[in-house]
Each structure stands twice: as C-alpha cells, then as structure tokens.
C-alpha cells in the first residue's frame, strides 16, 4: 500500500512538472497572464461624488488587492477631501464675516437713535 501511495505521487508530481514546463500540448511554459488594471478608476473630469466611491472596485492580485490601485485612490479621494475642507472652512469663514457685518449694521441705527 505504500508503495503505491509513493508511486501515486510521483505521477502526479510529474504530470503537474510536465504541465508546467511545458511538456504538455501547449509546446511550451503555461502562458504569463496579463495583470488586472483597476477598470472603474474615478474620473479626471470632475470631482468624485458618493456614486463613484460606491461603484469603484479593486481588481484581485495575487495577496490580495493590488497596492498601486489602492493608493492611488486614497490619494485621490484624500486630495478631494482636503479641497473639500479648505473650501468648506472658507465658505463658513465668509459667513460668519457676513454675519457679523450684518449684526454690525443692525446696532449702529440703534445707537444713533438715542
């Protein structure tokens, strides 16, 4: 029974060497397959929106997804968001001039009633 089971795994180690050498049909060594490129990249065009970080997938790598893909991304989405947030406190700092321009002018009339 051993000897069949070490004879058992020496085809089987032998067709899998064959197959990947290229003793198979084929000719030649098992083809090198073309790397998965992120398909749905986020546009160039305009700002990135909840949909596209939504519909945005990574293609699979060999550990996982790949790394390049994904910084790329983040990199992206962290520049929008930091315009996003200058664009925001600017916004919110002209308001509260606004305001208080607006609180300004509504107590002089007041005090020059007096």
Do not use: C, H
């Amino acid at each position: 029974m051993f000897l069949f089971l070490v004879v058992a795994l020496a085809v089987v180690v032998a067709a899998v060497t064959l197959a990947v050498v290229g003793g198979g049909e084929g000719g030649g060594p098992l083809p090198e397959a073309a790397p998965e490129r992120l398909q749905d990249s986020l546009p160039l065009d305009r700002p990135v929106n909840r949909a596209d970080v939504d519909s945005l997938r990574f293609p699979l790598a060999a550990r996982g997804y790949r790394m390049t893909d994904v910084d790329d991304a983040l990199t992206r989405l962290g520049a929008e968001l930091a315009e996003r947030d200058a664009r925001i406190a600017d916004l919110e700092s002209a308001l509260a001039g606004a305001q208080a321009g607006a609180r300004l002018s509504m107590e002089k009339p007041a005090q020059e009633d007096q």
